[in-house]
């Protein structure tokens, strides 16, 4: 019975470090073909990786800043929305803490000290205001902005945003991933190696029912997500926004600028009920909120054009003002 006992302790030690180095070298490949692009911070004491189109003559305009969704990185939406707004706007792309190349940091994985980061890098910026642009779990980020920083808010848009209470849970790997000790060794050996396989129809599953760009895989470096510090963060993340929903929800009306919502009808991972109909257009007054019809989860690629306008409606109003 000892002996059996060992054979499977040894079995299983060789299992961990075989995921273990596989984990590595899978990771190290990612970073190799998806470098950082951008510029660096320190903020809150860590670093913020960010992309900056730089300063236009006209200081009356806002800023925009675009913050990515659960598991992304500023490369996802940039190939989007880069080209048509950084002759008219300064525009700031950034990775979240803890995602892509932002280092992360004690309390980091709460939405609101998340937030914090966006308004201190602007300070560092020195930009006065900004629309802010949030995607899914981005949303979180975005609203909670519009509430905590509104003097720096020119304006909000939300699209898919997660914001209110849901009632079905998270995907089981973000459970074990944000389990103590368990979920740190998860991320570092069977994420990234599953991962790996998986990555390719899981993404495509974020744009269902509309069809994924060709290139995403290579414009949109999402595959940065399956990196053990990145998964590791992003599951700690994911585990903790209901708890800021659930706390925020109810401070959505203290938001008084123009807010754009757009959320796809055939939506699966982020509720239009919840989060955009019962939710942020009943909460904040002034509100626009535009379904999508035929669209899932990614709005920012499937109706970047009408977007695109939002921004500028709102650019418009800031200016005239």
Do not use: C
């Not at 806002?62 to 300064?90: C, T, V, W």
């Not at 929903?245 to 600028?257: D, H, L, S």
């Not at 955009?276 to 257009?281: H, K, R, V």
């Amino acid at each position: 019975m000892a002996l059996i006992f060992k054979l499977f302790l040894g079995l299983l030690a060789l299992t961990l470090t075989t995921l273990f180095i596989y984990a590595y070298i899978i990771s190290k490949n990612i970073q190799n073909n998806f470098p950082p692009i951008g510029k660096f911070k320190t903020i809150n004491g860590a670093k913020l990786h960010y992309f900056d189109t730089g300063e236009i003559s006209d200081k009356a305009k806002p800023a925009i800043i675009f913050i990515h969704g659960a598991g992304g990185n500023l490369q996802d939406p940039m190939p989007i929305y880069r080209k048509p707004l950084e002759s008219k706007f300064r525009v700031i792309f950034l990775d979240r803490p803890g995602q892509g190349y932002s280092e992360s940091f004690e309390g980091s994985n709460d939405v609101a000290i998340q937030t914090s980061s966006v308004a201190k890098l602007m300070e560092e910026l020195k930009i006065e205001k900004a629309i802010v642009v949030g995607h899914s779990f981005g949303g979180a980020l975005t609203s909670a902005f519009g509430v905590l920083y509104p003097e720096k808010t020119a304006g909000l848009i939300l699209l898919a945003p997660v914001t209110h209470p849901w009632h079905t849970g998270v995907d089981w790997h973000y459970d074990l991933g944000n389990t103590p000790i368990l979920g740190w060794l998860f991320s570092r050996t069977l994420a990234p190696v599953a991962g790996h396989y998986i990555y390719p129809n899981a993404i495509k599953r974020l744009f269902l029912p509309n069809e994924m760009p060709s290139d995403y895989k290579e414009t949109s470096a999402t595959k940065l997500a399956l990196v053990p510090s990145n998964f590791h963060s992003n599951a700690k993340d994911v585990a903790r926004v209901h708890a800021h929903v659930e706390k925020f929800q109810n401070r959505y009306k203290e938001i008084t600028a123009p807010t754009h919502i757009y959320h796809g009808d055939e939506d699966d991972i982020v509720s239009l009920e919840i989060h955009s109909i019962n939710g942020l257009s009943k909460d904040i007054k002034q509100s626009k909120l535009f379904v999508l019809e035929g669209v899932g989860h990614k709005p920012d690629y499937v109706a970047s054009e009408q977007i695109i306008k939002s921004i500028l409606e709102i650019a418009n109003e800031s200016t005239s003002k």
